[in-house]
């Protein structure tokens, strides 16, 4: 393969903006038509530079398996050409700001870093600014100094990586051998692009905003599939698995919904006001794509506030029959809205940071990017295939297969095949079992539904091994607790995430409440306790630890870059004219700093209109809260929020503040589980929704759409899922039979519904006072360990060996342990090897093509996945139509599909019942 000669005309290249200075916007925007008017070849970039070093920016950007070079993808072109113009100086200077921003920073590899140092130390010897030149080669390599010694000589590039472990040279671009170039390529891709190769993967480096985004065609394509997925994933919700359409799905027919007007709508402008809009701007842009599927993913998920509604109504639950529509829309609306006042506010702690990478976006903006923007012919380890057909590739086959796992032969699904060995040993059901037991089986499914479930493929992969941690120290303690028979758990499921008698069946909170709904103390007396299972308590104590351990370690460790938001936070106080991406100056940053961004006045509106409804939601209705609760949900957000959203942001793993919200309502209000069920669904929801919020704002941030097109976009979203899921919840409750019974045969068994209610009995109705004083006193420790345990945390992250460190998250492992009830291992272990193979192997050994495939294999099985139960439930399971043969019955046939316990309270309990004695009941 040649390089083609420069040619006569580089017109083309005007349309690359350049003013000299990456910290002004325009420095990052291009004219994507005068730059796509003609084919720009490897030849016609980079003047300066010679083929050997194109070449070698291409192999830096995994392009070198491009199929011809007489067509360069824009962002190579931009990329080179912005290198060409860094000088020295001015990339020493970044590449020093790269070294303290990123220090111990989990997402970069110990590699890159370190060839950041050598970089910076070398080329500091150079010019002449440095005296501890050797000294700082001798820290580069995991805080060791015997990584270099005396003979290093100065200036001397290859005498230095001569030197190195073979461990920092993953690649070529490890190994310095043009030190003012390798400078220039590295500091383009930081200052140009991002330092982070996974964010690189999906993203673009550069900006045009003439490109049409906020159109009519985005709010009618986002509106009506906003309608269908709000429909879709409250109908599914409770389903166990549950069955989402998420963002990738609805991408999937978003763009030929859009690229369909884009042809049929006329070329009409209209005028509203002083506004002038065009009815069809052109063709479908990868912006509008974005914006509607925006549009969509704020709604992409139930509203929280619809398991309060389900567990009040349900007869099975608590039977509040006055939970009227009037009441339903007050809630949902004040739970849905009250969590946008505070992104507001969090934008400056996880949305503009670089550091916040959120990974668990990024499939949706590589499917973005395989639908709508055109890509050059590649050859990546053999593979031609571009990501447009990868992606609908992937999606039909897994559409197909699908159907095989979840209707045809479900054991491939619930593979508990080691239970099958001997389906009659307990002991075998329990530790090995799919159904009830706590899934230690390594070969335990074939379901994609399920492999998916911790997203293998989308988080680090380090976050994934240190859950696996948590989840062994989980396995561990549930099978010490269970067969200790310690708190009386032997008589109840190892595995259940329901509340039990003293005699071993489920427990009814309507037989302790009184005609209000509130707790009585002489029907309590009759009927005694609840009781949670060995998998519960284990899961509510590391809860109860995980939150004092999460907000001190977080502010400590992270204080660096939160110190700075608050500073940042403040001026804008002082001075509301500041802008908020002041400070900020990465790429992403400095580019969206040209748009208009949406006020903090406009967030904290918001806030204040959700206040007054959740306070008439309470006061018209008899939901016994006071109004004070509601402004406890809210301080206890402000509180946690920036913690739980920078775990979130960087790990890919989060957790609601459910569990400490019902705790502390239930020591403020005992015995009252509908103020608890009331506060907690405000509580978990404000954090929840202003995370999706987030979320999706750090989407748009990758994408550059203008903060306020997604800000309008998304309150109208919010408003029409709020209704459709309230019509959905209406048909489910009444129209489907059996609905949230456990042995529903559709499947909806209402998992998540019933730790609601199970916690709203055991903290509102019951109490933590009874429940720490009396049944379990052990779980008040375990906020006392949780702030314990920050102490040796914290000095192994600061003292410890670097390599260990870096990608050491103790929160992450402790929230591994809250994996169980009623979920298990096996909806994890067949993740672990994916990631092992995709995040680890093929990211590491394949680069190119992890790149430009993962995200997407990832985007599509899912979108397959989503697809396919939807037909499959409505074509073969809604009229039941299934099919009875060994293949789909095995997995319950045995003790694991029981879910039976070890001991019978009738038969082995003293007088018939265990745990606390009649008249003793705490």
């Known amino acids: 393969m040649s390089v083609s000669p420069v040619r006569s005309t580089i017109s083309p290249l005007a349309g690359i903006t350049s003013t000299g200075s990456r910290l002004n916007a325009v420095d990052h925007e291009v004219d994507l038509s005068a730059l796509q008017s003609s084919d720009i070849a490897l030849g016609d970039v980079g003047a300066s530079f010679t083929e050997d070093q194109k070449f070698f920016i291409l192999r830096r950007m995994y392009l070198d398996g491009l199929l011809s070079l007489e067509h360069l993808p824009p962002s190579a072109t931009f990329l080179i050409e912005k290198m060409e113009s860094l000088t020295e100086e001015e990339s020493l200077e970044i590449l020093?700001?790269?070294?303290?921003?990123?220090?111990?920073?989990?997402?970069?590899?110990?590699?890159?870093?370190?060839?950041?140092?050598?970089?910076?130390?070398?080329?500091?010897?150079?010019?002449?600014?440095?005296?501890?030149?050797?000294?700082?080669?001798?820290?580069?390599?995991?805080?060791?100094?015997?990584a270099a010694d005396d003979s290093v000589e100065v200036g001397s590039s290859s005498a230095v990586d001569e030197d190195l472990p073979k461990a920092d040279i993953q690649y070529e671009y490890h190994k310095i051998t043009d030190l003012p170039f390798q400078l220039k390529v590295e500091v383009g891709l930081i200052a140009y692009h991002s330092p982070y190769a996974t964010v690189r993967s999906v993203t673009e480096p550069y900006d045009d905003p003439t490109v049409p985004c906020e159109t009519i065609r985005v709010y009618v394509v986002g509106i009506i599939w906003t309608a269908v997925g709000s429909v879709i994933n409250q109908f599914f919700i409770e389903r166990q698995p549950s069955i989402s359409f998420d963002a990738s799905v609805a991408q999937v027919f978003i763009y030929p919904s859009g690229v369909l007007l884009s042809y049929?709508?006329?070329?009409?402008?209209?005028?509203?006001?002083?506004?002038?809009?065009?009815?069809?701007?052109?063709?479908?842009?990868?912006?509008?794509?974005?914006?509607?599927?925006?549009?969509?993913?704020i709604s992409g998920a139930s509203p929280y506030a619809a398991s309060n509604i389900l567990v009040q109504k349900m007869p099975i639950f608590y039977n509040n029959q006055w939970v009227d529509f009037g009441y339903q829309v007050l809630l949902?609306?004040?739970?849905?809205?009250?969590?946008?006042?505070?992104?507001?506010?969090?934008?400056?702690?996880?949305?503009?940071?670089?550091?916040?990478?959120?990974?668990?976006?990024?499939?949706?903006?590589?499917?973005?990017?395989?639908?709508?923007?055109?890509?050059?012919?590649?050859?990546?380890?053999?593979w031609t295939i571009s990501r447009y057909y990868f992606f609908f590739a992937t999606f039909f086959g897994s559409f197909l297969y699908f159907w095989i796992p979840n209707y045809l032969a479900q054991f491939l699904s619930t593979f508990n095949w080691m239970t099958w060995i001997k389906p009659t040993n307990l002991n075998l059901a329990n530790i090995t079992g799919s159904v009830s037991g706590l899934g230690l089986n390594p070969i335990s499914t074939f379901d994609w539904n399920i492999l998916n479930y911790g997203l293998p493929l989308t988080i680090p992969f380090y976050?994934?091994?240190?859950?696996?941690?948590?989840?062994?120290?989980?396995?561990?303690?549930i099978v010490g607790v269970y067969y200790s028979n310690h708190l009386w758990t032997q008589y109840i499921p190892i595995n259940t995430n329901g509340l039990y008698t003293n005699t071993g069946k489920p427990y009814a909170v309507t037989q302790v409440l009184n005609e209000k709904g509130l707790f009585d103390e002489a029907k309590y007396q009759e009927i005694g306790p609840p009781f949670y299972s060995a998998a519960s308590l284990v899961g509510y104590g590391a809860f109860f630890a995980i939150y004092p351990f999460a907000f001190v370690y977080e502010l400590v460790v992270n204080w660096k870059v939160n110190s700075f938001a608050l500073k940042s936070l403040f001026q804008t106080i002082k001075n509301f004219h500041r802008s908020n991406y002041e400070g900020f100056n990465d790429p992403f940053s400095r580019s969206m700093a040209r748009y208009k961004e949406v006020p903090d006045w406009v967030f904290i509106l918001i806030l204040v209109i959700s206040i007054v409804l959740s306070i008439l939601c309470v006061k018209l209705y008899p939901a016994e809260t006071p109004v004070w609760g509601i402004f406890f949900a809210l301080g206890i957000n402000f509180v946690f929020l920036i913690p739980l959203a920078s775990i979130y942001s960087r790990t890919g793993f989060s957790f609601g503040l459910?569990?400490?919200?019902?705790?502390?309502?239930?020591?403020?209000?005992?015995?009252?589980?509908?103020?608890?069920?009331?506060?907690?669904a405000i509580g978990y929801n404000i954090d929840g929704q202003a995370e999706n919020y987030i979320t999706n704002q750090k989407l748009a941030h990758y994408v550059r759409i203008p903060p306020w097109s997604i800000f309008r976009v998304q309150i109208v979203s919010v408003f029409i899922c709020c209704f459709i899921t309230l019509g959905i919840l209406s048909f489910q409750m009444n129209d489907i039979n059996d609905y949230c019974d456990p042995l529903n045969k559709q499947k909806f068994t209402c998992a998540y519904s019933r730790t609601f209610y199970a916690a709203s009995v055991l903290w509102g109705v019951i109490g933590p006072k009874r429940v720490f004083n009396?049944?379990?006193?052990?779980?008040?420790?375990?906020?006392?360990?949780?702030?314990?345990l920050t102490i040796p945390a914290i000095l192994f992250k600061w003292y410890g060996p670097k390599k260990y460190t870096k990608y050491f998250q103790p929160t992450v492992i402790i929230g591994g342990c809250?994996?169980?009830?009623?979920?298990?291992l096996s909806y994890f272990i067949g993740g672990l090897y994916l990631a092992i193979a995709f995040m680890w192997y093929l990211k590491e050994r394949k680069p190119g093509w992890w790149e430009k495939y993962n995200y997407l294999f990832s985007a599509g099985m899912t979108a397959g996945v989503a697809f396919s139960g939807i037909i499959i439930f409505f074509a073969v399971q809604y009229h039941d139509k299934s099919i009875i043969w060994w293949e789909n019955t095995v997995m319950y046939a045995g003790l694991d599909g029981l879910g039976v316990a070890a001991l019978n309270a009738t038969i082995s309990a003293p007088d018939g019942y265990f745990g606390p004695r009649k008249g003793h009941f705490p």
């Open 463 to 477: 976050s994934t091994m240190n859950q696996t941690i948590g989840w062994i120290v989980g396995f561990v303690s």
């Open 774 to 788: 009396g049944l379990y006193p052990i779980l008040r420790y375990c906020f006392l360990i949780g702030f314990l």
């Open 96 to 146: 020093r700001e790269y070294l303290v921003n990123f220090e111990d920073d989990c997402n970069i590899s110990t590699a890159d870093y370190n060839l950041i140092q050598r970089l910076v130390a070398l080329a500091a010897a150079d010019f002449g600014t440095s005296d501890g030149i050797k000294e700082k080669l001798g820290r580069q390599i995991d805080g060791k100094s015997e």
């Open 818 to 824: 809250t994996v169980f009830a009623p979920y298990n």
């Open 264 to 297: 049929i709508l006329p070329k009409w402008s209209l005028k509203v006001w002083k506004y002038s809009f065009d009815l069809n701007p052109g063709p479908w842009t990868y912006k509008e794509q974005m914006l509607a599927t925006l549009c969509y993913s």
């Open 658 to 680: 459910n569990v400490l919200v019902e705790l502390i309502v239930g020591y403020a209000l005992p015995g009252n589980g509908l103020a608890l069920m009331y506060i907690k």
């Open 332 to 382: 949902i609306l004040s739970s849905q809205f009250l969590g946008f006042g505070l992104a507001g506010i969090m934008r400056r702690f996880v949305v503009y940071p670089v550091q916040s990478i959120w990974p668990t976006i990024l499939p949706t903006i590589a499917l973005n990017k395989a639908l709508t923007l055109p890509e050059k012919k590649e050859n990546i380890h053999g």
